[in-house]
């Protein structure tokens, strides 16, 4: 049985990142590339973001006994085949990971100009997985 608890205290915390990257997404590109502050707050927390996420899955994938995941992008495909993530949503969530490490791994690599469209554009696909997941789970 998924706890309940531990998925919601999750979602909030996803959120929270989410509020803080949203604040900065008000700033127009030249004002983002000239802020490094709000580069670094807005990468923090989408790197906090994905893994929650990640976390999510983990959550689910040990509580319901779907096998053990040879990666993070594994955990997707396996909520995927047992009916949590639609396959769109699922391709999104290997992407964020695949972002996510290169923030962890090789942040001097990152263009900044992808970062404002994931802020403005891809950011979202965070909402829908959270509520695919919360749906499943008979929780929102």
Request: net charge negative; proline share 1%; with cysteine.
């Amino acid at each position: 049985m998924v706890n309940a608890e531990i998925i919601l205290a999750k979602t909030a915390s996803l959120k929270k990142h989410l509020r803080r990257i949203e604040e900065k997404a008000s700033f127009d590109l030249a004002q983002f590339k000239a802020d490094p502050d709000s580069q670094d707050i807005v990468l923090f927390n989408i790197q906090m973001a994905v893994q929650n996420c990640i976390d999510i899955a983990s959550h689910i994938i040990g509580d319901q006994g779907f096998g053990v995941p040879g990666s993070n992008n594994e955990m997707f495909y396996m909520l995927e085949e047992n009916g949590y993530l639609s396959q769109g949503l699922t391709e999104k969530m290997v992407k964020a990971v695949g972002f996510r490490n290169l923030i962890v791994h090789e942040y001097a690599k990152l263009d900044i100009d992808l970062v404002y469209r994931i802020i403005h554009k891809d950011i979202q696909d965070l909402n829908l997985y959270t509520k695919e997941i919360l749906k499943k789970c008979n929780l929102g």
